[in-house]
């Protein structure tokens, strides 16, 4: 049980038999052929195999990138508070979404420092794929938080405090802050981070860049706190993810 979620968003894709997910709250909801469940970070959870079944299914751990915020807005999973749900029933579709993920994990094993980048192209397809079938993730975003998504992933080195961000679109710091969390199922500061570290892991492996100076250039006043930021959200340090060590997605089936 993961009392306090992932760091990451966690996708399951259930290819045959039957598996279940279970909430803090002890509610379970199955995942049957064609379903797809998606756990945003900080989602308090549990899986596994149905009683007496087998479960075949695809899972990957994803640092979602800004602009898939609202493909990733699923149906609402019932009795489990922030779990998404999409349902495919066509055949075709089906196929590829399959073949989409066995290319993502193909791209996750490749010894090449362009792994992620191909990785997270197939996983913006599978979500494309997903909400071509299903109409998953077509629900309207609030244009204000639109546009303070816009604002944070165009000027990642800006000052984008609550206050500041709650001011550009009018609103008190704390209506700010629910509807922000509301629309997108993350904090202002989580968000602001991801867009900051992902930033920072493109100069880090496609320049030659100095670490002080990626660290300036995505908003970190410190070359320590961002090494350390980096590592939590990386897995390893920016000069190791320099090196093409680094594997921040991870898949499986």
């Excluded at 002890?26 to 379903?35: F, I, Q, S, Y």
């Excluded at 165009?154 to 509301?182: C, E, G, M, Q």
Aim: one cysteine or more; aromatic letters at 8%; glycine letters at 8%.
């Amino acid at each position: 049980y993961r009392s306090r979620g992932c760091e990451t968003h966690l996708l399951f894709y259930t290819i045959s038999g039957c598996g279940f997910l279970r909430g803090e709250d002890g509610t379970v909801t199955k995942a049957e052929p064609g379903d797809l469940h998606i756990c945003p970070p900080g989602v308090r959870h549990d899986y596994g195999t149905w009683p007496e079944s087998r479960w075949g299914f695809h899972w990957i751990h994803f640092h979602a990138r800004p602009s898939w915020t609202e493909w990733l807005r699923l149906a609402p999973s019932p009795g489990i508070a922030g779990l998404g749900h999409a349902s495919v029933r066509s055949a075709e579709a089906h196929k590829r979404i399959v073949r989409a993920l066995g290319d993502i994990h193909r791209d996750t094993t490749m010894d090449t420092v362009w792994r992620n980048e191909l990785a997270m192209n197939n996983i913006e397809r599978l979500l494309l794929l997903v909400g071509e079938t299903t109409g998953a993730g077509t629900h309207p975003m609030d244009p204000r938080i639109q546009a303070v998504l816009e604002r944070i992933a165009t000027s990642p080195a800006d000052d984008h405090s609550v206050p500041r961000l709650a001011r550009s679109i009018s609103l008190s710091p704390s209506r700010f802050a629910h509807l922000f969390k509301t629309e997108t199922g993350r904090t202002p500061q989580r968000f602001v981070s991801e867009v900051r570290l992902r930033e920072a892991a493109t100069l880090v492996a496609m320049t030659t860049m100095p670490i002080a100076d990626v660290a300036t250039a995505v908003g970190y006043a410190s070359a320590f706190h961002f090494s350390s930021a980096f590592r939590a959200r990386h897995g390893v340090s920016p000069r190791t993810y320099r090196a093409g060590r680094a594997r921040p997605i991870t898949a499986d089936a």
